[in-house]
């Protein structure tokens, strides 16, 4: 008998002709011989060769795909369980183990292997522990055992250098695994357990269950430099006081991983990316050339919460419904509240060239430090508009620039919400310069606004109050 | 009275046994010892059989470390039979050929245009190519891509995962990308630093994806105003390894939706990563973006490892382990770069009979394109070649401003990337006669502005006078 699940012969070096053909590239003893057959054995058994995806690490096992007649991915150093989880969201029904040694897992892919187990995704890993690092040539791993010496070790591990890593009690802590075992390939017994953890934990991925993890510890009998028959002494003697075996987790979820299959329907997705609005009147006949001749820059400055960005991006819908290009580039300081927030707004009657707007024809402040920061750069014939609720004194800005203060503050208040000030801004903007007609704010308004109609008079009356406070202070 | 029904008992082919002796302490019965003569043909030692008081237990079996190794014999077993393809049987595999499930293209009908930030343009253009995938790592100016895909992937029953770094979700884009599926991550520069590794190993196992770097400023943590210093990184610096991938670079969120769509079609015509690199602006920026005129349903193309019985035969894997091997898969992976040359894209703006000639993509294009009309008006002759690709440079497309051309002005920002680029594609083509190339440059976040490029080019005017 040999399992199906392996392939008739191995695609090495001589691609398949002679001895190589037949056997592994592993050293007489080595544990990941057995750790292959028992898994081959389960994939067999539970009929899941064609839905089967192994992905092969970094490390001795990095030719796991010569072997395995299923799906093969090899993945770079210690990414195996992040490859896994990207096979098995692509197509949930496939049958997905990392398969990777110690210095692959719990040292370079520690991360990976932490995050993915935590996800819970339903992905088996077997993890083969066998204190070196193998194919690098007898390197200490993350699993060295303290005072033994290896390569890098060459004094026998210290304290300095770590204590060895026990990823099964790493993983069963984790609330994401559902089954985590150690087992071990020293004698008879402990083989009989390993295939049947193997087995499981395939087992519980086909079933739809979890993440199931088992490690494996395993011989290395040539970086150890002993004998097959005294490595499997010293794994039973040595390693099982650091590494003991068992059941570390064992939990009954139901079969839950259940996913449907993406879907293209034409309808869904232009609903989902907000396609198919109707086509906004139009109320400008010309382009608002009096502004600026072809490009108007605005800057709306304040800090955080003042509406600048919600506000330039209704003069941007404003623009476009009109027909004009128009664009926003927001800028904020480092704080998620109350720091900073600036926005350059650009509506031009071609194309938009320089989204910035580090001379705007129009300034909105809605503060102090933003007036003394940005009012200066206006050039003469601009507009500065600002919040005369919380700007009490003026700095001269530069001769020719219309400087008009309206209380949005305090007239968002007397309307009920703070928030509408930005709302007033743009009648102010709207009264004092005529950049776009009325009903062309209050049409980006209403539109924007279309989930919450509720709030849809309260901004139509902060519009009106904003126009009627700049056209006062217009007048005279 | 039946015979007593004997179990199978063991045997072993000395050819294929390593001669570790891990049977021997498994059979209970003190039937396997270690041999005394070496294999002349593998130079280890087999163990020996003694069948006698064999009971056929299989511990033996269990204990082999090699799937070829001890074996239970066969019910009709020639015990002459020394021949591997005769006792094991001579297939390799029995899984069939894989084969392509081809794309649908879905029309889609004239619409009113959307009012966009260019990073959710991306993430719409990527959602219209067929995109139901996506990894990644939050990272300003980046983030809004993810986070609309996070908001609407799972109404389209698509996946949205957000990696515990970049480093796990380039790989787990290698792996979903490796399945057949498209898919795609936004990032910026630091990000993107990170996911070089696995960008080498999808180049080297031919994975297709797509990677939005929305420039910022750097080196280290820099900060996330707009850069373009990632250009380097992009055209000559996709990880280890000789690598190379198409990169686009998008100037307006009408192109960020465009060139994402487009992206994910080179991936998957060149089997290879496609980088799109945008800049902080960019991504930030809001503006009017149509949409095009059909959307894709992705099948399964056949060299993807899918996880099923058609595709069971596929490896990912950029591993060869002998040197020739290597030098075929990279003179193979080299001609599929030089392949990729005819995708050269460039906008020539006013190039005709320009005198000037500003070289500037991403947002600094725009900049450029608004001195071209600002130098037109003061009677200089000013055109505006915009390369879409960066790698491969569009060399042809600019060879034909070179004959008019008394100046050439990169406007950029980073040290001299884009330059550099520009000059390699000249020296590549064994172009030599060329103006000297002038430079507006910033880095840090600030952008070359419109003015400073006129000053820059008019003072040059009045000394070439």
């Not at chain 2, 149509?290 to 595709?311: N, Q, R, T, Y």
Request: proline fraction near 7%; aromatic fraction near 8%.
């Amino acid at each position: 008998m040999s399992t199906t699940s392996f392939y008739g012969k191995f695609d090495r070096h001589s691609h398949g002709e002679g001895l190589k053909g037949h056997a592994t590239h592993y050293c007489p003893g080595c544990g990941h011989g057995l750790a292959h057959k028992y898994l081959a054995e389960a994939i067999d058994d539970l009929g899941i060769q064609d839905r089967t995806v192994a992905v092969s690490p970094v490390g001795c096992s990095v030719f796991l795909y010569y072997y395995f007649d299923v799906g093969n991915t090899q993945a770079p150093h210690g990414r195996a369980p992040a490859v896994a989880i990207g096979h098995k969201l692509a197509n949930p029904e496939s049958i997905v183990v990392s398969y990777q040694g110690d210095g692959d897992l719990a040292s370079i892919g520690l991360a990976e292997i932490v995050s993915t187990a935590q996800l819970g995704i339903p992905i088996t890993v077997i993890f083969i522990n066998n204190a070196i690092y193998g194919m690098t040539g007898g390197q200490m791993a993350p699993t060295t055992l303290m005072g033994q010496r290896t390569a890098t070790s060459p004094d026998g591990r210290t304290s300095f250098t770590g204590m060895p890593m026990k990823m099964a009690e790493l993983m069963s802590g984790l609330d994401g695994p559902v089954y985590v075992e150690r087992v071990a390939l020293f004698n008879p017994k402990q083989r009989n357990r390993a295939k049947k953890a193997i087995h499981k934990a395939l087992q519980i991925q086909v079933e739809g269950r979890g993440f199931a993890f088992v490690e494996v510890l395993a011989e290395c009998p040539t970086h150890l430099k002993k004998t097959p028959e005294e490595t499997e002494k010293w794994v039973e003697e040595m390693m099982l006081p650091v590494f003991p075996l068992g059941v570390k987790k064992d939990e009954t979820r139901e079969p839950w991983w259940n996913i449907a299959k993406p879907t293209f329907e034409t309808a869904r997705v232009l609903k989902e990316i907000g396609a198919g609005e109707e086509k906004a009147p139009r109320y400008c006949t010309t382009f608002p050339s009096h502004v600026a001749p072809h490009d108007i820059s605005l800057k709306l400055a304040g800090s955080g919460g003042d509406g600048a960005q919600t506000a330039a991006m209704l003069i941007v819908h404003a623009g476009i419904n009109e027909g004009f290009d128009a664009t926003h580039i927001p800028a904020y300081g480092p704080e998620s509240r109350g720091g900073t927030s600036y926005a350059d707004v650009h509506v031009a009657d071609g194309e938009v060239l320089s989204p910035a707007s580090p001379k705007p024809d129009v300034l909105i402040a809605f503060n102090m430090p933003s007036l003394v920061k940005f009012g200066p750069d206006v050039p003469p014939g601009g507009t500065i508009i600002y919040d005369s609720s919380v700007i009490h004194e003026l700095t001269p800005m530069r001769a020719g620039v219309k400087v008009i203060g309206v209380p949005m503050s305090e007239i968002a208040k007397d309307l009920g919400k703070i928030m509408v000030k930005n709302i007033v801004a743009l009648g102010a903007l709207q009264a004092a310069t005529g950049i776009f007609p009325k009903e062309t704010f209050l049409t980006a308004v209403r539109r924007a606004l279309k989930d919450k109609c509720a709030m849809i008079p309260m901004n139509e009356q902060a519009f009106e109050w904003g126009v009627k406070a700049a056209s006062e202070v217009l007048v005279p | 009275m039946p015979a007593l029904k004997e179990r199978p008992k063991p045997f072993v082919l000395p050819e294929f046994c390593k001669g570790c002796g891990r049977c021997i302490s498994a059979c209970p019965k003190h039937c396997i010892s270690m041999g005394t003569e070496i294999n002349p043909q593998t130079g280890l030692t087999p163990v020996i059989l003694d069948l006698e008081h064999c009971n056929g237990c299989g511990l033996c079996i269990d204990a082999c470390p090699e799937p070829y190794g001890l074996q239970q014999t066969p019910a009709d077993a020639d015990y002459e039979l020394q021949d591997p393809a005769k006792l094991f049987g001579d297939r390799m595999t029995d899984a069939p050929e894989p084969v392509d499930i081809p794309n649908e293209i879905i029309p889609l009908q004239k619409m009113e245009p959307l009012v966009l930030k260019g990073n959710y343009a991306a993430a719409v253009g990527a959602l219209l190519a067929g995109c139901r995938h996506f990894f990644g790592y939050p990272i300003t100016p980046s983030t809004e891509g993810a986070e609309l895909m996070a908001k609407l992937l799972p109404h389209l029953d698509g996946m949205f995962l957000q990696a515990v770094s970049e480093v796990a979700a380039v790989n787990m884009m290698y792996g979903c990308g490796g399945a057949g599926m498209r898919c795609l991550t936004f990032t910026s520069s630091p990000g993107f630093s990170l996911m070089l590794e696995g960008i080498s190993y999808m180049i080297g196992s031919e994975v297709p994806a797509v990677f939005m770097n929305v420039m910022r400023g750097g080196p280290g943590l820099g900060n996330i105003a707009p850069e373009q210093a990632d250009i380097k990184l992009c055209c000559r610096g996709l990880g280890h390894g000789n690598t190379h991938a198409i990169v686009l670079t998008p100037s307006t969120p009408q192109e960020m939706l465009d060139l994402t769509m487009l992206a994910f079609d080179l991936a998957f015509k060149y089997r290879n990563p496609v980088v799109i690199a945008s800049d902080g602006y960019l991504g930030q920026m809001t503006g009017k973006v149509s949409l095009p005129e059909s959307m894709v349903k992705p099948g399964i193309p056949a060299w993807g490892v899918w996880g099923d019985k058609d595709h069971r035969r596929n490896l990912i894997s950029s591993i060869y382990l002998a040197e020739t091997d290597l030098e075929a898969w990279n003179v193979h992976l080299n001609e599929k770069y030089e392949a990729m040359k005819v995708e050269q894209r460039a906008d020539l703006y006013m190039c005709d009979d320009a005198e000037v000639v500003l070289v500037a993509c991403t947002t600094p294009s725009r900049m450029a394109k608004g001195a071209v009309g600002a130098l037109r008006a003061k009677g200089i002759k000013a055109g505006l070649f915009r390369p879409i690709t960066v790698w491969p440079f569009p060399i042809e497309k600019f060879k034909t401003v070179l004959p008019n051309a008394k100046r050439i002005v990169v406007v950029e920002a980073s040290n001299g990337q884009l330059e550099d680029e520009l000059k390699l594609a000249l020296a590549n083509a064994r172009i030599c006669d060329y103006p000297e190339i002038e430079n507006v440059r910033h880095f840090g976040g600030v952008l070359p502005q419109l003015e400073e490029i006129v000053t820059k080019v008019v003072a040059g005017q009045e000394v070439t006078v």
